[in-house]
């Protein structure tokens, strides 16, 4: 091989430098997820405190073994220096196939979901899981139901959540405009969100989530909460609007959304325009170059020839 890349730091990563180390070969670190979050959500039996320092005495000890780096976001490089990583660390944003959000092989419409056509469609896709903060988005489309009667919620994904939302949906009297939909096919991705207006998004817990790229190749304008992978991608008032974890203003925001046409297409030529720096083309450059560069300087010490 010509270079490890690992995208875990304990069992897998610990590995791959010890086979670094042996063979001579470079091995580069993708941190993609925030442990502590998922510490937080997953394993609430270990304090909160617990996880980051067990964190700040591994992260700094294993990055330095590593010849690379490499992080999605600007937001999660500075969570590393948080937790006292001083090595290199390049950011390398997570890529999609642009091209197949923007042109959807069979676009959906709202009257193929049953929906009115006039109805404005937020749409959410991702696992039903602790970590995505789906209790808060419903409590929020609760809240501004009733001044925005046109507005229904599609939900795309499955995960242990989906009753407790379903059952959160009855009792603030909206189920009839919660859908539901499960899982449907990643092929099919694309052309489900062609029938929405908006993107909704309300987890704290990601590195740089594929589904808002994914809304933004679409063209739908994303809404959501500032935290590290998303406050570098949406932009407030240009692709998106941000929010705080707030309900009352994440509810006028969604509000703003539902009810106002020009801004979402004002919007929707924001994400249509900044979308392609997530081109899977241009990231997947940007990281051979990193893989190249390694290579070369591997050969060089060797003293041998590329």
């Not at 042109?103 to 039903?128: E, F, Q, Y």
Request: hydrophobic residues 45%; aromatic residues 8%; contains cysteine.
């Amino acid at each position: 091989m010509d270079v490890l890349h690992v995208h875990h730091p304990f069992i897998v990563g610990r590995q791959a430098v010890r086979l670094g180390r042996r063979y001579g070969i470079p091995v580069v670190y993708t941190n993609h997820t925030r442990y502590h979050l998922q510490a937080y959500y997953y394993a609430p039996f270990i304090p909160e405190g617990l996880s980051w320092t067990f964190l700040e005495a591994y992260l700094p000890n294993f990055t330095d073994q590593c010849d690379r780096v490499v992080v999605p976001s600007v937001g999660v490089k500075q969570v590393l220096r948080e937790l006292g990583v001083t090595c290199p660390v390049d950011v390398i944003p997570n890529g999609i196939d642009v091209a197949w959000f923007q042109r959807p092989a069979a676009p959906l419409s709202k009257p193929d979901l049953g929906l009115p056509g006039d109805a404005t469609v937020a749409v959410t896709v991702g696992r039903l899981g602790l970590d995505k903060n789906l209790p808060f988005l419903l409590r929020a489309f609760a809240r501004i139901a009733p001044e925005a009667p046109d507005l229904h919620w599609v939900v795309i994904g499955g995960g242990p959540e989906e009753q407790h939302l379903l059952e959160m949906a009855h009792l603030r009297g909206v189920a009839s405009r919660v859908h539901m939909v499960g899982w449907v096919p990643y092929a099919e991705l694309p052309n489900w969100l062609a029938m929405a207006d908006f993107f909704a998004f309300a987890s704290v817990s990601e590195s740089h989530p594929l589904a808002v790229l994914e809304a933004l190749a679409a063209g739908l304008p994303v809404l959501a909460i500032p935290c590290p992978g998303v406050e570098d991608t949406v932009v407030d008032g240009h692709n998106g609007l941000l929010s705080p974890e707030e309900v009352d203003v994440f509810a006028a925001r969604m509000a703003r959304l539902a009810t106002d046409p020009d801004l979402r297409t004002r919007l929707a030529a924001g994400a249509r325009e900044t979308c392609g720096q997530y081109d899977i083309r241009r990231t997947s450059a940007a990281l051979l170059g990193h893989y190249e560069r390694l290579v070369e300087r591997r050969a060089r010490a060797a003293g041998g020839v590329l």
